[in-house]
């Protein structure tokens, strides 16, 4: 049974960085296309970046170019390097894992049956 964890949230100023982790245990994470995804206080869980078994990336519109999803398969562990965060990134970052194919359907987090209890990231403006 695969099992996430994150870490890295925290609070910070607009315009500062985080770098978030989802450690995985229980199987190598090499084997699964990994997302992170996020949810505000009163919004539904939204796609932000995910990053398939082989290695390719994609980001929501709302965060490309100042988000970047990557992996180290030896630790196991995905991370999510967040800069220049506006209070609109403010949320609960959770980060989920799928091992069969999602083509379009990436950013529906029903898609996913391992997810993480999440970290919390809060952006003061």
């Known amino acids: 049974q695969l099992q996430l964890v994150e870490s890295g949230g925290g609070s910070v100023q607009a315009g500062g960085s985080l770098r978030l982790s989802c450690l995985a245990s229980?199987?190598?994470?090499?084997?699964?296309?990994i997302a992170w995804f996020r949810q505000a206080p009163g919004k539904e869980r939204e796609f932000v970046a995910r990053?398939?078994?082989?290695?390719?990336?994609y980001y929501a519109d709302s965060v490309k170019g100042r988000f970047t999803i990557s992996k180290d398969n030896p630790k196991n562990t995905v991370y999510l390097h967040q800069n220049n965060l506006k209070p609109e990134d403010a949320a609960v970052y959770y980060c989920?894992?799928?091992?069969?194919?999602?083509?379009?359907?990436?950013?529906?987090?029903?898609?996913?049956?391992?997810w993480g209890p999440g970290t919390q990231v809060t952006v003061s403006s």
């Open positions: 229980g199987r190598p994470l090499s084997g699964y296309h």
């Open positions: 989920a894992a799928e091992h069969r194919p999602l083509g379009s359907n990436y950013y529906v987090p029903a898609r996913y049956d391992y």
């Open positions: 990053i398939w078994s082989g290695g390719s990336t």
